[in-house]
């Protein structure tokens, strides 16, 4: 990209990166909670609930601070990851993309959930009598359903994550072409006087790429929502 | 085929409470809405669970609440058709209809699906989306799906009660159909006494969550019973004799006589069910000369019941078939009628589906 210097290019790319492996690794286990919030009746429904949205209200600096405190090299689970698998998040770009991908949970569960509630519970009843498991139930009936709002979690995960700033330089810091992502990208330039021309031109790019991204999904929604209702 | 069914459960505000079973053939669950017919019809699917009781079908124990069995819907293999249809919307008629037949692939007694789409008239449907058929088009592909799973018993939910009455008078034939050619046990939920007279071999008749009676329908709708809510009336199944084109009208022949009718569409030999309201049939002792009623049938007096504060309900014998008459209690007394009496019923409207059998 000409109009950018190599360190904002990196920066954007380094975005986009964290932005679609967050969004696409969160789906699944947002889908799971979903459909369980959705279709489950049970005792712990409601703090289910309430944990998965936490993210959502907290600082997003405590966020940060309890994924260091989990995921860290020294964290329970990090230490566990590093030592088995040799995985570490801490400082690394795929840190970044885990506090994205926590931060960005609860509005791909909400989104997941809504469009799971809004399947008619009579569908998956008559798939049952036809002799569909429930696993089948889910594959067969809900989840092509449901592409719609898949969709819509996907980008709202992705474009969640472009803008997360708080967990994400708490958790894994600023590392330049490592964790220096847009949003903090800028931050860092705003910490320097003169660089007004590169702040624009980095805010200027989160605007378009978010501004692509939401009228793609949005037209694909409907292009879909069309070939479900038979039109 | 066999079905025992024994079930109880309480929902605030609502109690179950039912026991029936049934041979075979077309059982008509009947009542008013809310009676908790269609609870027993999801009981029967396995959507709903209930608190105590059992379900055995053909000896297999599907529901047994006392020793833990609860076998769940999708290993039933019973068919279920809905009041709402309830097609796959992402699905087409195609898919839909082979969605039951496709887990069912290694219990393969599931009709072809030519003979299925030929029996229903399904066809020209086959590569469209449920969303652009018409209601009735919507209902016939929902049997047809249910047929295809190879189903050992079908229950029917007020496949109807949603649609317009000529959509009705579509769907109505297919049904006999379905029910003369294939011989497949039916649960046939409705509040519609016309559907149930047409489709049903035995009646069960549910009042606020209990079985207020059961039986073959020709008994059971014959009875007067002022608290049931619903009209006493004679079912007869009838074969049609000769037409008289000059008048435009059929001989029906039954077990007890015959019955003169307009001919309509009427065809012979053509075999039919037909309703006699019990409010239709007037007595005359002895044989009445000089009336317009052309059927007039002799028949004894079997029983005789309060029908309502000013009425009495009459069941009659004619030559083994019942009949029912309701007349005021002062013509009973006038008349002197009394059990054993031989009487002439005047027959004054006859209630069947023209459009209905082949």
Known sequence: MPFLTPLEAEAFSLSLRIGVWSAVLSLPPALAVAWVLARGRFRGRTLLSAIVHLPL???????????????????????????????????????????????GFPLVVRALQLSIEAVEPGLEQAASTLGARPIMVFLTVTLPLIVPGLLAGLLLGFAKSLGEFGATITFVSNIPGETRTLPIAIYTLLQVPGTDAAVLRLSALSVAVSVVAVFGSELVARRLRRRTAGA | MSLQVEISLSRPGFTLEVAFDSPGGVTALFGRSGAGKSTIAGVLAGLVKPDRGRIIVDGQVLVDRSAGIFVPPHRRR???????????????????????????????????????????????????????????????????????????????????????????????????????????????????????????????????????????????????????????????????????????????????????????????????????????????????EGLSILNILPATVLEMAAAGPTAMGLRLDCGGTILVAQITRLSAEALGLAPGRAVHALIKSVSFDRSGAE
Request: proline share 6%.
């Open chain 2, 78 to 288: 019973i068919g279920s058709v809905f009041q709402d249809g309830r097609l796959f919307p992402h699905l087409s008629v195609r898919q839909n209809l082979l969605y039951g037949a496709w887990f069912a692939r290694s219990q393969a007694n599931g009709k072809p699906l030519r003979d299925i789409v030929e029996l229903l008239g399904i066809g020209a449907l086959l590569d469209r989306r449920p969303a652009t058929l018409s209601g009735g088009e919507k209902q016939r592909v929902a049997i047809g799906r249910a047929l295809l799973m190879g189903p050992r018993l079908l229950v029917l939910d007020e496949p109807l009660a949603a649609l317009d009455q000529a959509r009705k008078e579509e769907i109505l034939p297919y049904l006999e159909r379905l029910r003369d050619e294939t011989r497949l046990p039916m649960v046939y939920v409705s509040h519609s006494r016309d559907e149930v007279v047409r489709l049903a071999d035995r009646l069960v008749v549910i009042e606020a969550g209990r079985v207020v009676s059961s039986g073959p329908i020709a008994e059971v709708s014959s009875r007067f019973d002022p608290t049931s809510g619903t009209e006493p009336s004679a079912v007869l199944a009838v074969t049609v004799g000769t037409i008289d084109r000059a008048h435009g009208l059929a001989t029906l022949e039954f077990a007890g006589g015959r019955l003169t009718v307009p001919a309509g569409r009427l065809v012979a030999g053509q075999r039919l069910r037909l309703q006699i309201r019990a409010r239709d049939v007037a007595i005359a002792t002895g044989r009445p």
């Open chain 1, 57 to 103: 209200v907290l600082p997003p600096v405590v966020t940060g601070y309890a994924l260091l405190l989990l995921f860290g090299r020294h964290g329970p689970i990090g230490a566990w990851l590093d030592s088995w698998f040799g995985f570490t998040f801490a400082f690394r770009w795929t840190g970044a993309a885990l506090a994205a991908g926590v931060m």
